[in-house]
């Protein structure tokens, strides 16, 4: 389906242009931090900020699947950098940043390859979850490591399934939207061609002197019946006009004339 395919492309940039500028804004704190208080991180930082800036402006000049995984590796691999540098320092947030990562694949990549992405992304993850929370079991507090390791190991495989999930439905109703939108069009097309051919009818006619058929420019010449019908959907139906009926029936067209005059006065009367 051409335009549920052009939707989603357009969804997808939307959310990238957004994402971009609130990852760059939600940065600079950390940005700050570093720069006066922990210098470690503070190039890579620099580079991931300049990374963000250059996918934001160069978006255009790329095709949308490159920028788009650029984008998920570059905040994939700063996510991971931070995990790993802090790990000795017990920042569980770091672990809620990692959170978002399923649904920013799904809302970039799609659902098929945004699963192959999460899925990817859990093996170093949880190598570096396990190795840290692995190096406290001396310290004698083995059960809440193991507890925290397991707790974010299902709460990343949780915020997996329900994202696809949720991606999987959007992509439903948009589909489904898109075919009531199509027939919706349909409807609108035929009410126009049907009112072009009542202008047209209500306009000109060509029809023949001698046998009065009347000329349709699919057809030929064919009843004038027949061409109202085809242009307009109504069905004629046939009668005598009271001069016809007096010419072609004088002994009883008078009799006939009362009768139906009656009728119509008694049921105009009720």
């Not at 948009?174 to 306009?203: C, G, P, V």
Request: aromatic letters at 12%.
């Amino acid at each position: 389906m051409p335009e549920a395919n052009e939707l989603f492309q357009l969804k997808r940039l939307i959310f990238f242009k957004r994402a971009a500028g609130a990852l760059f804004v939600l940065s600079l704190p950390f940005y700050i931090y570093n720069f006066l208080y922990d210098q470690t991180l503070f190039g890579f930082m620099t580079l991931f900020l300049m990374g963000l800036v250059m996918l934001y402006l160069r978006h255009s000049r790329m095709p949308g699947k490159v920028c788009y995984r650029s984008l998920c590796a570059l905040l994939s691999g700063m996510i991971l950098l931070l995990l790993y540098h802090q790990a000795d320092r017990g920042m569980e947030l770091n672990y809620v940043f990692t959170l978002i990562l399923p649904l920013m694949y799904y809302k970039l990549l799609g659902k098929n390859e945004g699963l192959i992405w999460s899925l990817l992304y859990l093996i170093p993850v949880s190598a570096v979850n396990v190795g840290t929370h692995l190096s406290y079991i001396g310290d004698g507090v083995p059960l809440r490591t193991v507890a925290l390791a397991m707790i974010f190991l299902l709460s990343y495989l949780a915020v997996t399934v329900i994202s696809y999930q949720i991606e999987a439905a959007f992509k439903a109703v948009y589909e489904e939207l898109i075919s009531i939108n199509s027939q919706l069009r349909e409807k609108h097309e035929q009410l126009l061609q049907a009112q072009r051919e009542i202008r047209t009818l209500q306009s000109f006619m060509s029809m023949c002197m001698h046998c009065k058929r009347v000329k349709d420019e699919q057809s030929g010449y064919v009843d004038v019946s027949t061409y109202i019908h085809t242009h307009t959907d109504t069905d004629v139906s046939h009668c005598l006009c009271p001069d016809c009926l007096r010419e072609l029936y004088p002994d009883i067209a008078e009799s006939v004339l009362r009768n139906s005059e009656s009728e119509r006065s008694s049921g105009q009367s009720h």
